[in-house]
């Protein structure tokens, strides 16, 4: 039976709402879940703790620690900490490992997403040019492998990039994961381009909005995401399915 720990510290309002979210999906699906709301004074040692009690608790077959994680926990340690086969998030460094070579059970929710999204518009990737703005860990890196295993022609674009313009306005496929509101214009698309937005950002005015100025995007795209509903709802439907596959692989080990 599938069963996803989800760990939050802190009160980042964000996060809250998300996890809520995963819990939600879980109840709809019919994944048994725990959630694990932890204060923001949570020190690391408690933390890995946790996770050490979720790694062998067998009723638990997928372990997420919902990210930021407040300034005084390590990121890193905390990731390493997750047994690589409960990694739902597929953020440890084996499971990093294994998309790059190819051979992979989980694949990052967020960038996953991405690809069920073009998949099921009937889109193929194959010597497209692939455009990513954002080079994360979470989804600009793993996006770029992902695509690149579909045989795109993949570039990956960040702060440091010289003339932008000039690298979106020539993608087949735009992802922008930059985190900035906006930030991707109308005239820095091509006319029929596919528009992937994976930016959620709050305005002050409490408004929801992409990476991608989708009045301006959508007169040029072919297609394009909104936020919300766009990749967010994908990055909870992909849990999901590491949940479940999670749930085989620990069944067999
Ligand atoms: N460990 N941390 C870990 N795993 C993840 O996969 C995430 N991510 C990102 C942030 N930190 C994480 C998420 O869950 C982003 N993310 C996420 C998940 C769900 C939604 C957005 C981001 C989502 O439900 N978005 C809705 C709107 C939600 C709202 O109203 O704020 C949408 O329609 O886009």
Redesign the pocket.
Known sequence: MPGLAVIIVGEDP??Q???R??ERACEECGIYSEKYALPEETTQEELLELIDTLNNKSSISGI?????VPKHIDEKTIIDAINPNKDV?A?HPVNVGKIMVGNYDFV???PAGVMELIKESGIDVSGKECVIVGRSN??GKPQAMLLLHQNGTVTICHSKTKDLKEKTKNADILVAAVGIPNFIKGDMIKEGAVVIDVG?N?LENKK?CGDVEFETAEKVAGAIT????????M??A??MKNTVKAAIINKSK
């Open positions: 964000a996060s709402v998300y996890v979210n995963k997420l620690v919902q990210l930021p998030d953020f990052p929710c967020t979470i989804v959620i709050r929801l909104p936020v919300p509903g766009g990749v967010g709802p990055t909870i992909m849990l």
